[in-house]
């Protein structure tokens, strides 16, 4: 995208959470924006922050977070969140009211976009009075479970979600139901339900929503959100396509792959990778090695340090699996997804379903493996194998159901048929990034609603 010459009048403050999954689009937006001719300013917690000299165009501020130690080191997201949200409010709203102070009139601050998770940045933005912009980096399906759950708990609905009739939650797609009651059955304590009312509030309180979608991708959600939040809802787009590619990676990117990827014959090769956070235990680790090595396709796994909780992982293979797999088989510790996704010879993506993991598959035209571990990736599962027919779901870590699987998406008319709807989606999707389509008017929208504030 063209950086447009004009003189920089108005400056977005970002704040981020500190995930792997949610720096990537929060940094591609920013991007955006700041290609749109907006100065950017990227407020960010100390823990796990972004590389700034990817960003030199930013001017990125880390502020104090008094993360407990014991939640960061047993991987507790739930923990982690919580704590941003208690103790990031005073030192966000201290750095704007510093940067206030010191405001050069040809650079004022023009409103604060912040990731939707981070949700007390809304009172943040009401206490300075600055418009706030939440921007939700999964699909828009996941943003009913907040608008609808603390009616739903009210009325005692959770605890009658096995029993009752599902219909009578009329204000969701059915096809969600089934996931939206399994994610509410781990809604457990009053904290969950504190934070998920707390997002919800914030969306009815932003200035406008930025969702990193298409419209045609969801669009039943995507009106019931605006519904539901009466929210201005911008969907611009996969973020990532609307920019050249950037690296926001947390962990080094191993690019040694790319050279074993042009080696190997087109379509050929079954990329598996679950993201940045999800893990899985010794056994499901090593069923994973034996069904990768018997499935008979050229793999590429990316076996991240802490996907075995506490392990570096690679030492947990055993002895002869390289031997045994030779040069069929490539391992890294983190690949550069997104140009590993756009290589030709990769023609399936066994993923735990995160949604830039999606969002990127499908813009490749790559049909994926679905097994998904947590949150929205359930829902994007759903997506992928029954809305959008370009996937299919995994049963279980078993190496005999792994191997039938990756050969069902890789080998059998079944696989075929779902490669030629993933290509079918991609070009929708290119579509709608073109001049006077909904993705391409949806971002002038945001920034002529910018420029209003
Ligand atoms: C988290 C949540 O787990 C997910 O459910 C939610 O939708 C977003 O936040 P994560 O699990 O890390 O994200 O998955 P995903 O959304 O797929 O994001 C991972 C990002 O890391 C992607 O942009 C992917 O391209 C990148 N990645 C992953 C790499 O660059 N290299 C890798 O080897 C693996």
Not at 405 to 412: E, G, Q, S, T, W
Request: glycine share 6%; aromatic share 8%.
């Amino acid at each position: 995208m063209e950086k447009q010459e004009q003189q920089k009048v108005s400056r977005l403050v970002f704040v981020l959470i500190p995930f792997q999954g949610h720096i990537n689009p929060m940094l591609q937006l920013a991007t955006i924006l700041y290609a749109k001719g907006f100065s950017i300013t990227i407020i960010h917690p100390q823990f796990n922050f972004p590389n700034s000299s990817n960003h030199p165009e930013f001017t990125f501020i880390p502020i104090s977070d008094n993360l407990p130690k014991r939640e960061v080191s047993a991987g507790d997201l739930f923990g982690i969140v919580s704590a941003l949200n208690k103790n990031c409010e005073g030192p966000l709203t201290e750095c704007i009211k510093e940067m206030l102070k010191a405001e050069d009139p040809h650079d004022r601050i023009s409103c604060i976009v912040y990731d939707s998770t981070m949700c007390f940045s809304q009172s943040v933005a009401d206490h300075l009075k600055l418009p706030g912009i939440c921007v939700r980096t999964s699909p828009a399906a996941t943003m009913l479970a907040f608008a609808v759950f603390p009616r739903l708990h009210e009325q005692g609905y959770i605890s009658f979600l096995e029993s009752m009739s599902l219909d009578r939650v009329s204000d969701l797609p059915s096809l969600m139901l089934k996931e939206l009651a399994a994610s509410m059955k781990k809604i457990t304590t009053d904290g969950m339900l504190e934070l998920g009312a707390a997002v919800a509030d914030s969306v009815k309180k932003c200035s406008a929503l930025i969702v990193n979608t298409v419209d045609f991708l969801e669009q039943e959600a995507i009106t019931k959100v605006q519904e539901l939040f009466s929210a201005s809802a911008f969907t611009i787009g996969p973020f990532h396509k609307l920019l050249p590619t950037i690296s926001s990676s947390l962990l080094k990117e191993d690019t040694n792959c790319i050279s074993w990827l042009n080696k190997q014959a087109p379509k050929s090769v079954i990329y598996v990778s679950f993201g940045s956070i999800a893990s899985i235990d010794e056994k499901e680790l090593l069923e994973t090695a034996w069904g990768l090595a018997n499935c008979e396709q050229p793999f590429l796994w990316v076996v991240r340090p802490g996907l075995v909780c506490g392990s570096n992982c690679l030492e947990l293979l055993p002895i002869n699996f390289q031997d045994s797999v030779g040069e069929r088989g490539c391992i890294v510790e983190w690949a550069p997804q997104k140009e590993v996704l756009a290589n030709d010879a990769v023609g399936g993506f066994w993923s735990h379903c995160g949604w830039n993991s999606t969002l990127e598959s499908i813009c490749e035209g790559v049909p994926m493996l679905c097994k998904p571990f947590f949150g929205d990736q359930n829902i994007n599962m759903r997506y992928v194998c029954d809305v959008w027919n370009v996937g299919l779901e995994l049963e279980d870590f078993e190496g005999g159901t792994i191997k039938k699987a990756i050969k069902r998406l890789m080998v059998d008319t079944e696989g075929k048929e779902m490669r030629k709807k993933a290509i079918h989606l991609k070009e929708k999707v290119e579509l709608s990034l073109k001049e006077g389509d909904s993705c391409y008017n949806s971002l002038n929208d945001l920034v002529k609603k910018i420029l209003s504030f």
